[in-house]
């Protein structure tokens, strides 16, 4: 079949429609009698001129561009690209939902604010928190809204010298990038040969300035931190808190909860672990859990019920304020809601244990030929430093490459940056034993071809719709719209 | 197992035995003991698909949506019509169910998109620059606001009081923990105060952000507001309607560096607030300052065009310790349902969704003021938004409109010290017969 190459302006042709409106049933009034003339626009925005076909082309071709969790399997580490069910989509687009406006009175929202609650509460139960929060958007602004909690937290106390945040080395990248935007310090800490915090490292670390420290549990390995009890301790007695990045949270639920290992305050990643789409980049939602100790601070509004009637809850006087318009993603909270009650206590524990089960069975087909520590177990998802054995020249971005050309998404690469040449791969619980046994065989045949047909891997991908992309020469050449491109 | 994990109990015990374990539970023997739950979590049984159609119907159904109920309550959010081939196309899953664009050669239908859509948002404000968005317009705000800090190395930002008061609020959240000083500028007759805000302005204020159309839906004056701004050699940051864009001279010709807004409007459900998505343009001068995804176009090995995330060198993850910003994926569906719409209403049709609003607001504006049931607050030139003062408190207003099956406009007393004003949204989608009959619903409570 023929590609599909253009851009919508370049199908665009004077004179065609897509869109009508009715005629006009009130006084036809022209733009000046309407506006004075300095705010009327002089020239048109030129946006397309397309029929609706046109539109449906269009949108459907560059479509078959991407690759998808629908298409195929995607095993991204730190992503949880688990299936996502048509059941929230459907969920999700009930007028009952998506038609609600933000400033509608509570009485004539009864039931989303229910969703709301209900929600807040299933997650507090998952975690082992004592409230959540559904305002932030997104994993980092769930991690920007718990390291303001932190801090609001301890200058209510008078503690204004806790500005420091303890990471770990192997933490995600946003972790130290929030806490330098909520205008606090970094501390990065080592980890062990196997990923855990070095905890003479810890202990040397925390001090009178600690205000608190960001773990991943199980960490960016895959690992669980074994030693999670000795570090809440030092990092309690030295009068800090706990932050639990809940990226990876897949792996635990049902086992253990954030909130018992002594975290005291957290986020999820409801577009990972709780099956909402990732949208190609987006909506996803970030609710922030708390302890006791946190909630006078949580943002406003909290969702209340006070006998049958839910409401908005503004009355909070410590309250960090508003990081978002509204209440959140709401739309996002309506999928996460269908799918925590689609699973039940019994489906959520059986996705957590199957994400690992799954994990480790595929890291067992990978040991022979991609550098994995034998006798490992692993979590939800694992991490490979690389090939054990390639040509020369042969790198962790070509294996990647050549995965494409066998049909799948590659893993995560060159994260996490402790990790030499990176491959981290993360099955998810909604991939079945044939699936994994079949990536287990790509994977095995590449590094085979690693070795004897490296060209295979360094001139890869080879049936994609583009080949690898000059991105030297896209942020040289700086072409970010369509009018830069005519220039050329 | 559940339906939504393929594998079934065999599977389960071929696997386990495949890696040299029996149970599931040793796979959990890293977890200490003491940190075991031990228990079944608290949540119901696992549901049914017919069960759970029941419960999400049950619960949409408690709520009453803007289908049922006429709607002229806006404030930020718009009932404007979104085009059919919008949700169709941006509900294929080849869009919804990808991640973020990390393997471009897999990924380019979500890229060219998010080209496209810079393209189009560039058009729109006449600006030089788009990043690929941020969480909401209240959220922009805050980003734009710290990139001007950071780009003037000053830490004062101006703020009117004509900006939204959600965006305000948020703004206050992300400045006190970033020490930057937000000093709001006081309105005069329902826009910026432009005496007091050039009084206000000096070398230590890093820049000004204004709304236009503001909250009160009034035009403000940007080029003035621009003007005071370069004398402090500070930058201009402008919030806008993306659909008043269509017929109001755009910022970028008006003198703005950063002009940002929120994107709902341009075919995004209202949804309760949300998922929306905040979007953020700026002069060639600010583009390496511009926090959050950008793409780029460039060839492939074989010459072939080819889009890219670029200039990644300002982003979270490269940047870490001396980030300005954590952003990074966001609203990526929410700019592909954008884009659909800009392109499916077109370069006409977007000039008519805007014209026609505002002549819609213009016939209930008059006949309210003709049947003596409110006075205009401002007599100032406004988009499709407008402030009327009735007799009686809005809520008490709105709680009667609503048993009507009227959806009443903002209450403005609740944010700003103004008693029995009502911020009242028309779009193209309201009717001559809405109109009336709302007209005479006022009419009886009154």
């Known amino acids: 079949m023929k590609h599909y190459e253009k851009l919508i302006f370049e199908v665009s042709k004077p004179g065609r429609k897509a869109f009508h409106l009715p005629t006009i049933d009130v006084d036809d009034l022209s733009l000046d009698e309407m506006l004075p003339e300095d705010l009327i626009r002089k020239e048109d925005a030129e946006l397309p001129e397309v029929s609706e076909m046109d539109i449906v082309r269009h949108y459907t071709n560059i479509s078959q561009k991407n690759y998808s969790i629908d298409k195929g399997f995607y095993p991204l580490g730190s992503c949880t690209m688990k299936y996502n069910p048509k059941a929230n989509e459907d969920a999700a687009s009930n007028p009952g939902f998506k038609n609600l406006h933000p400033y509608q009175p509570e009485n004539t929202i009864q039931g989303a604010l229910e969703l709301m609650y209900e929600l807040s509460d299933m997650l507090a139960e998952i975690s082992g928190m004592d409230k959540v929060t559904l305002q932030p958007a997104a994993g980092a602004q769930g991690e920007l809204t718990g390291l303001m909690l932190i801090k609001a937290y301890h200058e209510n106390r008078g503690d204004h010298q806790r500005t420091k945040i303890i990471v770990p080395d192997s933490a995600h990248g946003t972790n130290p990038a929030t806490a330098a935007v909520v205008g606090m310090e970094i501390i990065e800490i080592p980890s062990d040969h196997q990923g855990n915090v070095d905890m003479d490292a810890l202990r040397g670390a925390v001090g009178e300035d600690t205000a608190g420290l960001m773990l991943t549990n199980p960490s960016t390995l895959g690992l669980f931190e074994k030693n999670i009890g000795d570090i809440a301790e030092v990092v309690h007695d030295a009068g800090g808190l706990l932050y639990y990045d809940g990226a990876n949270m897949n792996a635990i639920m049902g086992q253990c909860r954030p909130g018992d290992m002594g975290f005291d305050v957290m986020h999820y990643n409801l577009h990972k672990t709780f099956s909402t789409p990732h949208g190609g980049g987006g909506p996803g939602a970030g609710p922030v859990g708390v302890k006791d100790i946190l909630v006078p601070f949580l943002p406003v509004p909290m969702i209340a019920k006070e006998a049958d009637t839910y409401l908005f809850d503004y009355d909070k006087p410590l309250t960090i304020g508003k990081v978002k318009s509204f209440y959140g993603n709401f739309n996002i909270l309506v999928r996460a809601f269908t799918y925590i009650k689609a699973m039940g206590r019994e489906g959520i524990k059986e996705a957590g244990e199957t994400a690992v089960l799954n994990a480790n069975y595929l890291m067992h087909q990978m040991m022979d030929l991609y550098q994995i520590p034998e006798e490992m177990l692993c979590k939800h998802e694992f991490v490979a430093a690389g090939l054990k054995e390639a040509a020369e020249g042969v790198t962790t971005l070509d294996v990647a490459k050549r995965i494409i050309d066998y049909g799948y998404h590659p893993p995560t690469i060159y994260f996490p940056l402790i990790v030499h040449e990176a491959l981290m791969v993360e099955p998810t619980e909604t991939e079945s034993k044939e699936t994994l046994d079949d990536f287990g065989k790509v994977m095995k045949q590449i590094a085979h071809e690693a070795k004897d047909e490296p060209e295979l891997l360094k001139n890869a991908p080879h049936q994609t719709p583009v080949r690898r992309i000059d991105e030297v020469r896209a942020a040289r050449d700086l072409i970010l719209k369509y009018k830069d491109s005519l220039k050329e | 197992m559940h339906r939504y994990i393929p594998n079934s109990e065999k599977d389960r015990v071929d696997m386990l035995k495949a890696i040299g374990k029996e149970k599931i539970d040793e796979l959990f023997t890293d977890i200490p003991e003491q940190f075991r739950l031990g228990r079944d979590l608290d949540l119901e049984a696992t549901k049914t698909e017919l069960e759970l159609d029941r419960l999400m119907k ?23 019509f979104i085009p059919t081939v919008v949700n169709h196309l941006a509900g294929r899953s080849e869009f919804y169910t990808a991640y973020t664009p990390y393997q471009p050669e897999i990924s380019q239908g979500t890229l060219q998109n998010i080209f ?44 009117s009081s004509t900006v939204h008061p959600e965006i305000r609020q948020v703004l206050k959240t992300y400045f006190r923990f970033r020490g930057i000083e937000l000093i709001e500028v006081p309105m005069k007759d329902g826009e910026t105060d432009y005496d007091a805000l050039a009084e206000m302005t000096d070398k230590t204020v890093a820049g000004a952000l204004i709304q236009s159309p503001n909250f009160f839906g009034v035009v403000e004056n940007i080029k003035k507001v621009s003007e005071t701004m370069k004398e402090s050699k500070a930058l201009t940051i402008v919030s806008v309607d993306p659909i008043s864009l269509a017929v109001l001279e755009p910022p970028g010709k008006l003198g703005a560096d950063i002009v940002i807004g929120e994107g709902q409007a341009l075919g995004n459900d209202v949804a309760l607030g949300g998922p929306y998505f905040g979007f953020m343009a700026v002069t060639d001068k600010l583009v390496r300052k511009v926090p959050g995804r950008i793409c780029g176009q460039s060839l492939d090995e074989d010459g072939k065009r080819a889009f890219v995330l670029t ?59 003709e049947k003596g049931l409110a006075e205009p607050v401002f007599d100032k030139p406004y988009f499709k938004e407008f402030a009327m003062k009735f007799t009686k408190p809005v809520a008490e207003i709105n709680e009667a409109l609503l048993e009507s099956g009227f959806l009443g406009g903002f209450d403005l007393n609740s944010r700003y010290p103004m008693p029995n004003t009502m911020l009242i949204a028309v779009t193209e989608k309201r009717t001559k017969a809405e109109m009336d009959a709302f007209v005479k619903a006022l009419e009886v409570i009154k």
């Open chain 2, 116 to 159: 496209e859509y810079q393209s189009l948002i560039c058009e729109l404000t006449g600006m030089d620059v788009s990043n690929a968005s941020v969480y909401d317009g209240a959220h922009a705000a805050a980003e734009a606001a710290v990139m001007t800090c950071a780009a003037k190395k000053r830490d004062k930002l101006l703020v």
């Open chain 2, 311 to 369: 200039l990644q060198a300002r982003e979270q993850h490269i940047r870490r310790f001396k980030a300005t910003s954590n952003i990074c994926t966001n609203q990526g569906l929410m700019i592909l349902k954008a884009a659909i719409y800009m392109n499916t209403v077109g370069k006409e049709g977007l000039k008519d969704v805007a014209i026609q609003s505002m002549q819609k607001a213009r016939y209930l504006r008059n006949l309210l003021m």
């Open chain 2, 58 to 80: 049950s619960l949409a159904a408690k709520n009453k949506n803007i289908d049922d109920l006429t709607c002229f309550l806006g404030a930020g959010a718009y009932d404007h």
